[in-house]
Each structure stands twice: as structure tokens, then as C-alpha cells.
T-cell receptor, first 112, second 114 residues
């Protein structure tokens, strides 16, 4: 069964600190992996998209990595800000890029 | 402004009363999709459409219908809503399917079925 798992379920850090969120997937065949940020009560917003051949991609303070062999990805947030408080969702698209399997998300809280 | 809009944003209804949630995008995107989000489960795909008059079932299509008569609109229809369809619904669109195009999400519709 196609699945995406994320850890930790929730995370609390202090402003200015770094953190890393994890994603494991069993989706096959694989097309691409995406990370989204979702503020409470709003739609997800795309952060990064990586294909099989890409192992790292950055978007400002967000850096995503992908290991297609182990089917793992991570999202690293540098110098966190209060506005980073949100849910971060890992999404894997199947071979045709039409079906998307979403992880349950990691709830990040950044405290002053 | 490029965006995906949904209406209504909030809806409380009763079991069995047909309803439609509208979705519209102004980016000339070919691919559109509906998702529901429930606590602890993440988003799950209901239906998607690769272009006008082309729709396909996602992971949880039971109890829902869609149509794609125009490129910009992709309404979600609940013919006979039930309490287990109480959820947060998102519409999304992207330029094409099958690639790495960014998917843009609407603001969400919170539906409660009593």
C-alpha cells in the first residue's frame, strides 16, 4: 500500500534554532516528492519539489533532501522564525504524477 | 492575482440535502483536484481532472461527484451528504499533470453535516 510517514508528529523549538523534519515513503512507482507548508486554517503552500535525480533543493531557509534508494526525505529549516509555526506536509506523486499521497504532517511550533 | 477560489468557505447542512462546493482557478491550469483533510489522516484525494471533460477517481471518491465542463471550474457535488463527510475540503490546480508543476491550493471549505 502506498504510504507516506512523517516524524516527529509535533515539534517545539525556540526562535533562531534549526530543525529537521523526516519523511519516509513506500509509494511506487515514484515521480516526485514535495514539501508543503500549511498554516492553520489555510491551504498548503508548496516549498520544494524534487524528482528522482535530485537529492537536494533549497527555498530560502528551507532545504529538502531526497534519498530515493532508501525512500527517505528530510526538510531542514535554518534560523527558525515565529512565522515558521505551521504544519509541514510531505507529499509523493506516483509515476504518472496524477495521484498524490500525503503524509500526516509535522506540526512545528516556534516559540520566542 | 493568480488564485484558486472556493465557495462557500463554511457550510453546515443536514444529512441528505444535496450541496455543491465550487472551485475556480484563473491560471488556465489543466489539472484540478479535490482533497479532504481529516485530523491525523492528512489530505486524501477525492477526484481529479486532467482537462475539460476528463475526470478520474482518487483514493476516496465514494459519495462525491465532480464535473469539468469548463477549464476554470471544478465543482464538488455531494448528492446525499452524510455525517462522515464532515471534513475540511481543498481544491487545487496545476498547469499540467504528470510533471513537477506546482500545485496551488484554495483556502478550504469547512463542511459540517448534521
Amino acid at each position: 500500500k502506498n504510504q507516506v510517514e512523517q516524524s516527529p508528529q509535533s515539534l517545539i523549538i525556540l526562535e533562531g534554532k534549526n530543525c529537521t523534519l523526516q519523511c519516509n515513503y513506500t509509494v511506487s512507482p515514484f515521480s516526485n516528492l514535495r514539501w508543503y507548508k500549511q498554516d492553520t486554517g489555510r491551504g498548503p503552500v508548496s516549498l520544494t519539489i524534487m524528482t528522482f535525480s535530485e537529492n537536494t533543493k533549497s527555498n530560502g531557509r528551507y532545504t529538502a533532501t531526497l534519498d530515493a534508494d532508501t525512500k527517505q526525505s528530510s526538510l531542514h529549516i535554518t534560523a527558525s522564525q515565529l512565522s515558521d509555526s505551521a504544519s509541514y506536509i510531505c507529499v509523493v506523486a506516483d509515476n504518472y504524477g496524477q495521484n498524490f499521497v500525503f503524509g500526516p504532517g509535522t506540526r512545528l511550533s516556534v516559540l520566542p | 492575482e493568480a488564485q484558486v477560489t472556493q465557495n462557500p468557505r463554511y457550510l453546515i447542512t443536514v444529512t441528505g440535502k444535496k450541496l455543491t462546493v465550487t472551485c475556480s482557478q484563473n491560471m488556465n491550469h489543466e489539472y484540478m483536484s479535490w482533497y479532504r483533510q481529516d485530523p491525523g489522516l492528512g489530505l486524501r484525494q477525492i477526484y481529479y481532472s486532467m482537462n475539460v471533460e476528463v475526470t478520474d477517481k482518487g483514493d476516496v471518491p465514494e459519495g462525491y461527484k465532480v464535473s469539468r465542463k469548463e477549464k476554470r471550474n471544478f465543482p464538488l457535488i455531494l448528492e446525499s451528504p452524510s455525517p462522515n463527510q464532515t471534513s475540511l475540503y481543498f481544491c487545487a490546480s496545476s498547469l499540467e499533470s504528470g510533471g513537477t508543476d506546482t500545485q496551488y491550493f484554495g483556502p478550504g471549505t469547512r463542511l459540517t453535516v448534521l
